[in-house]
Antibody, heavy 118, light 108 residues
Framework: QVQLQQWGAGLLKPSETLSLTCAVY????????WSWVRQPPGKGLEWIGE???????NYKPSLKSRVTMSLDRSKIQLSLKLSSVTAADTAVYYC????????????WGQGTPVTVSS | SYEVTQALSVSVALGQTALMTCGGN??????VHWYQQKPGQAPVLVIY???NRPSGIPERFSGSNSGNTATLSISRAQVGDEADYYC???????????FGGGTKLTVL
């Protein structure tokens, strides 16, 4: 059973860079698309972007200038970096997996709460 | 860009059928997926590609998709079904994942 486990700094100051990691246990990157989704307090889910098993990325346009996603194939980990954070980036961040374009997210990480505050 | 719309909240009497909708332009042309999210937990897939249930999801959960509306149905609603439910599609024209705003289900 594939499990996603994530971690990262939970408290940031404005202008800092958010950095999260998601480890894939019991599986591999092959054939999958790996997304990051966030959820501001009391609000709905927002897709941030994704990276596929080949390392090709696809970011939400409004975040594209600040987002970087990457894969560490040796550790089977994916990472998210979001630069120049503001209070609006305060959210629970999830990594999630889907098997292809148009397919559902069938595995989710447990979520990492991130707060941006001065 | 493509948008999908969900009602903020739905209430259902215990044991009755809850219906939650996801509206979008010609949404029947897209695969609609539904997720259940309980407080403090990650979302869980309950229906994929309009009407398919993942293993472990009760048969009480079903889905349909026609015209401009996709629907998630929960029959014999239980208190344990109280949660937020999100629909999700893939917008091929912009290559983006799109989530609905979510519906909060209350079982009375």
């Amino acid at each position: 059973q594939v499990q996603l486990q994530q971690w990262g700094a939970g408290l940031l100051k404005p202008s800092e860079t958010l950095s999260l990691t998601c480890a894939v246990y019991g599986g591999s990157f092959s054939g999958y698309y790996w997304s990051w989704v966030r959820q501001p307090p009391g609000k709905g889910l927002e897709w941030i972007g994704e990276i596929n098993h080949s390392g090709n990325t696809n970011y939400k346009p409004s975040l594209k200038s600040r987002v970087t996603m990457s894969l560490d194939r040796s550790k089977i980990q994916l990472s998210l970096k979001l630069s120049s954070v503001t209070a609006a980036d305060t959210a629970v961040y999830y990594c999630a997996r889907r098997s292809g374009v148009g397919e559902p997210f069938d595995r989710w990480g447990q979520g990492t709460p991130v707060t941006v505050s001065s | 860009s493509y948008e999908v719309t969900q009602a903020l909240s739905v209430s259902v009497a215990l044991g009755q059928t809850a219906l939650m909708t996801c509206g979008g332009n010609n949404i029947e042309s897209k695969n609609v997926h539904w997720y259940q999210q309980k407080p403090g937990q990650a979302p869980v897939l309950v229906i994929y590609r309009d009407s398919n249930r993942p293993s472990g999801i009760p048969e009480r959960f079903s889905g349909s998709n026609s015209g401009n509306t996709a629907t998630l149905s929960i029959s014999r609603a239980q208190v344990g079904d109280e949660a937020d439910y999100y629909c999700q599609v893939w917008d091929r024209s912009t290559s983006r994942v799109v989530f609905g705003g979510g519906t909060k289900l209350t079982v009375l």
